[in-house]
C-alpha cells in the first residue's frame, strides 16, 4: 500500500523555536506510575513498650516538631537557599499527554473523570468512614485518647473499632474552622489529592464516653490531664446548634503511618521515591490550590507518609509501599494566623519573616504603600477575615513561608493546576459550599461568590498563555477536545475561533467539546496536527500513531507563544 505523506513539515518547522521536538518511538501515554509498586526495606530493631525485641521492616517515622517545622520553613531553610543559585526547569514526573500520572501522591479524578455531587462533597471518605450521629447511642463513642498535636482542642474516639479524631473549634472562629476543615479537604480530594476523610456532624454530648487517665497537648505548652472538666471546657467553648456539639471527625489514615513528608529531596528509605520533591508537578501545581484556598500553611506539619504493608496483619512488615496524604485544611478560607490584625492582613501577601520585603521596608524607609495596607475586610462577613476576591493576585500570593515546590512552578506547572481547577464550575462549588452547613446563610452565598471570583481570576491568568484545551482523542473519525477556558466563560463565545494545521473541518459535540474531521486519506502511522481556540496565546500540538487499531492521542504539547 502507497501512504500518503501528511504535510506537516511546514507547520512542525515553524514551531521547532517555541518546542523541544519529539523524536522518540511513539508508544502508549504512561497513566500510572510505578512508585506504588511493592518494595521491600531492611528489617531493624525497633522495640516498644509491649514488645521491646520488635523488629520492624518498614521505612523509619520521621517525627518533625512544630517549632523546628517553622523555623526551617521561616529562617533556615531560606537562608541556605538564599546563598546558593536555584534554576527552576520543568516538572519531573509529567507524561506525553502533559498530565501528572497517577501515583502514590495524585490520582487523576476531576480533571479526568465527571464527579457526582456526592463522590465530589464525600471526599476522601469510604463509605465505612461515615458517622452517623443520628443514630449513635448514648456512651457508643468512646474517647480513649487526648489530643497529641495541633492548635485546635480535641480529642481520639472508637466506633466499632474505627479510630476517629475529634476536632473542636472555639466560638471566636465558628464555624469557620470546621467549613474550612471539611470544604478544603472535600476540593484538595477532589482534584486528586490523597486526603484524610473529613465530616462535620452535630452531636450531644451523651454520646462520646469518656474513658480515666487521658492526657492531651496541643503545639505550645506542656501535656496535661484530659478528665470531665477539660471536656466539659472544651464543649461549652464549640458552637452548638439545638444542645448538639459542631465537630469535625477525621478518621484514621490506614496502614503504618511514618510521619510527614518534605516539600522538597526525597526519602532515603522509599526506594519507591526518586522523584526530587520540589520538582515534582502535583507538589509545585499546588501552590494554585492554596492561593485559591489561601492556605498559608502548606508544610510538612500537614502532611502525612504511611506505609501500606502487602500483608496488613503487620503494618510495620515488608514488602509495601508507601502513600503520601495531605490533612488539616482549616487554616483556609481567611483564618486567623495569630498575631493579630497585622499579621491576619499580611495573609497572602508577605511570609511571616520576608527577608525580600523587610529589605524593601529597610530601603524605602516604609514610604511607598504596600498591598496589605488597602486590604479589608467585608462588613459582617469578619469570620473570613481578609479572604475576598478584590485583594487577591495569583501570580503574587505567598504562604506563611516559602515553599521550596512552590517557589519551583514554572508556567507549565500553574497551567496544569490551572485545567483541573477550572472543572470546579459555579454549581459544584455551591454544592461544595454546602457542606459548610453555616446557620447563616449569608455567610455561604458570600463563600461561594468569592471562591468563584478568585478561581476566575487564576483561571484568567493560568489558562490563557498555554493552551487551555485538553482532553485530546481521537472519537470515531475526528479528533476532539475541550476547551476550559470557553467551558467556564474565561472569554465570551464569540471570542473562540477554532482551527486546525493542517486545514481540518470543524463541526461541534455536546458543550464545549470541540472535533476535527480526520480525512479518510491519512494512512500514515504517526501524524501530527496544530489546534487554536483564538483566544489564548499558545496552541495546542496534538501527535498520533496507529498502532494497528485505528489513530490514538500519543502526545500532547503546548509550545509558548
Known amino acids: 500500500?502507497?501512504?500518503?505523506?501528511?504535510?506537516?513539515?511546514?507547520?512542525?518547522?515553524?514551531?521547532?523555536?517555541?518546542?523541544?521536538?519529539?523524536?522518540?518511538?511513539?508508544?502508549?501515554?504512561?497513566?500510572?506510575?510505578?512508585?506504588?509498586?511493592?518494595?521491600?526495606?531492611?528489617?531493624?530493631?525497633?522495640?516498644?513498650?509491649?514488645?521491646?525485641?520488635?523488629?520492624?521492616?518498614?521505612?523509619?517515622?520521621?517525627?518533625?516538631?512544630?517549632?523546628?517545622?517553622?523555623?526551617?520553613?521561616?529562617?533556615?531553610?531560606?537562608?541556605?537557599?538564599?546563598?546558593?543559585?536555584?534554576?527552576?526547569?520543568?516538572?519531573?514526573?509529567?507524561?506525553?499527554l502533559?498530565?501528572?500520572?497517577?501515583?502514590?501522591?495524585?490520582?487523576?479524578?476531576?480533571?479526568?473523570?465527571?464527579?457526582?455531587?456526592?463522590?465530589?462533597?464525600?471526599?476522601?471518605?469510604?463509605?465505612?468512614?461515615?458517622?452517623d450521629p443520628n443514630s449513635a447511642l448514648d456512651g457508643s463513642w468512646v474517647i480513649d485518647h487526648g489530643k497529641g498535636e495541633g492548635s485546635q482542642p480535641g480529642f481520639r474516639i472508637t466506633v466499632h473499632k474505627r479510630h476517629y479524631l475529634i476536632k473542636l473549634e472555639p466560638k471566636e472562629e465558628a464555624e469557620r474552622t470546621s467549613a474550612a476543615s471539611v470544604l478544603g479537604i472535600a476540593i484538595h480530594h477532589a482534584v486528586g489529592y490523597h486526603t484524610s476523610c473529613e465530616q462535620l456532624l452535630y452531636v450531644k454530648p451523651e454520646t462520646f464516653k469518656l474513658l480515666p487517665g487521658l492526657r492531651s497537648k496541643t503545639n505550645v505548652g506542656d501535656d496535661k490531664p484530659f478528665d470531665k472538666e477539660a471536656l466539659d471546657a472544651a464543649f461549652a467553648d464549640a458552637p452548638?446548634?439545638?444542645?448538639?456539639?459542631?465537630?469535625?471527625?477525621?478518621?484514621?489514615?490506614?496502614?503504618?503511618?511514618?510521619?510527614?513528608?518534605?516539600?522538597?529531596?526525597?526519602?532515603?528509605?522509599?526506594?519507591?521515591?526518586?522523584?526530587?520533591?520540589?520538582?515534582?508537578?502535583?507538589?509545585?501545581?499546588?501552590?494554585?490550590?492554596?492561593?485559591?484556598?489561601?492556605?498559608?500553611?502548606?508544610?510538612?506539619?500537614?502532611?502525612?507518609?504511611?506505609?501500606?504493608?502487602?500483608?496488613?496483619?503487620?503494618?510495620d512488615s515488608s514488602p509495601g509501599h508507601v502513600m503520601h496524604y495531605h490533612l488539616d485544611t482549616s487554616e483556609t478560607l481567611g483564618a486567623d494566623p495569630g498575631g493579630g490584625d497585622p499579621f491576619r492582613r499580611r495573609e497572602g501577601f508577605s511570609y511571616i519573616v520576608d527577608f525580600h520585603d523587610m529589605a524593601l521596608d529597610f530601603l524605602t524607609l516604609g514610604i511607598p504603600t504596600r498591598p496589605w495596607d488597602e486590604a479589608h475586610q467585608t462588613p459582617g462577613?469578619?469570620?473570613?477575615?481578609?479572604?475576598?476576591?478584590?485583594?487577591?493576585?495569583?501570580?503574587?500570593?505567598?504562604?506563611?513561608?516559602?515553599?521550596?515546590?512552590?517557589?519551583?512552578?514554572?508556567?507549565?506547572?500553574?497551567?496544569?493546576?490551572?485545567?483541573?481547577?477550572?472543572?470546579?464550575?459555579?454549581?459544584?462549588?455551591?454544592?461544595?459550599?454546602?457542606?459548610?452547613?453555616?446557620?447563616?446563610?449569608?455567610?455561604?452565598?458570600?463563600?461561594?461568590r468569592v471562591l468563584d471570583g478568585r478561581l476566575m481570576r487564576?483561571?484568567?491568568?493560568?489558562?490563557?498563555?498555554?493552551?487551555?484545551?485538553?482532553?485530546?482523542?481521537?472519537?470515531?473519525?475526528?479528533?476532539?477536545?475541550?476547551?476550559?477556558?470557553?467551558?467556564?466563560?474565561?472569554?465570551?463565545?464569540?471570542?473562540?475561533?477554532?482551527?486546525?494545521?493542517?486545514?481540518?473541518s470543524l463541526r461541534r459535540r455536546t458543550g464545549s467539546r470541540v472535533c476535527f474531521e480526520l480525512p479518510a486519506e491519512w494512512t500514515a502511522p504517526d501524524v501530527s496536527v496544530v489546534l487554536d481556540d483564538g483566544v489564548a496565546a499558545g496552541k495546542l500540538l496534538v501527535r498520533m500513531h496507529d498502532f494497528g487499531r485505528g489513530l490514538i492521542v500519543t502526545n500532547v504539547q503546548r509550545p509558548e507563544p
Request: aromatic residues 8%; negative net charge; charged residues 25%.
Open 381 to 448: 462577613r469578619e469570620i473570613f477575615g481578609y479572604f475576598n476576591v478584590e485583594d487577591f493576585s495569583p501570580d503574587h500570593w505567598k504562604g506563611e513561608y516559602p515553599n521550596p515546590a512552590f517557589l519551583r512552578m514554572t508556567e507549565r506547572d500553574g497551567a496544569w493546576m490551572a485545567r483541573i481547577l477550572a472543572r470546579f464550575t459555579r454549581p459544584r462549588i455551591h454544592a461544595l459550599v454546602e457542606l459548610a452547613s453555616f446557620t447563616d446563610p449569608g455567610a455561604s452565598e458570600y463563600l461561594e
Open 458 to 504: 487564576i483561571l484568567d491568568r493560568y489558562l490563557l498563555r498555554l493552551s487551555p484545551m485538553t482532553d485530546a482523542r481521537v472519537e470515531g473519525d475526528a479528533l476532539c477536545v475541550t476547551d476550559l477556558a470557553e467551558t467556564r466563560g474565561v472569554r465570551e463565545p464569540a471570542a473562540f475561533r477554532f482551527t486546525a494545521q493542517p486545514a481540518l
Open 98 to 131: 502533559d498530565e501528572v500520572p497517577d501515583s502514590s501522591w495524585f490520582e487523576n479524578r476531576i480533571g479526568a473523570h465527571d464527579l457526582t455531587d456526592t463522590e465530589l462533597t464525600r471526599g476522601g471518605c469510604n463509605a465505612e468512614d461515615l458517622l
Open 240 to 315: 452548638h446548634r439545638d444542645r448538639r456539639i459542631r465537630v469535625i471527625a477525621s478518621a484514621w489514615l490506614p496502614g503504618y503511618l511514618i510521619g510527614p513528608f518534605r516539600y522538597e529531596g526525597t526519602r532515603a528509605d522509599d526506594p519507591n521515591d526518586v522523584v526530587p520533591h520540589e520538582d515534582r508537578r502535583d507538589l509545585r501545581g499546588l501552590r494554585l490550590l492554596a492561593a485559591w484556598l489561601s492556605r498559608y500553611d502548606s508544610r510538612s506539619g500537614n502532611t502525612l507518609d504511611s506505609w501500606i504493608a502487602d500483608h496488613p496483619a503487620v503494618p
Open 1 to 96: 500500500m502507497i501512504r500518503k505523506r501528511i504535510p506537516m513539515v511546514v507547520v512542525l518547522g515553524s514551531l521547532a523555536a517555541c518546542v523541544h521536538a519529539d523524536v522518540s518511538p511513539p508508544r502508549m501515554p504512561m497513566t500510572v506510575d510505578g512508585d506504588m509498586s511493592s518494595v521491600s526495606v531492611r528489617c531493624r530493631h525497633r522495640g516498644t513498650e509491649k514488645d521491646p525485641k520488635h523488629i520492624t521492616c518498614a521505612p523509619a517515622v520521621y517525627e518533625t516538631p512544630t517549632y523546628w517545622d517553622v523555623g526551617d520553613n521561616l529562617v533556615f531553610r531560606p537562608v541556605s537557599h538564599g546563598l546558593h543559585l536555584t534554576t527552576s526547569d520543568e516538572s519531573v514526573n509529567v507524561n506525553s
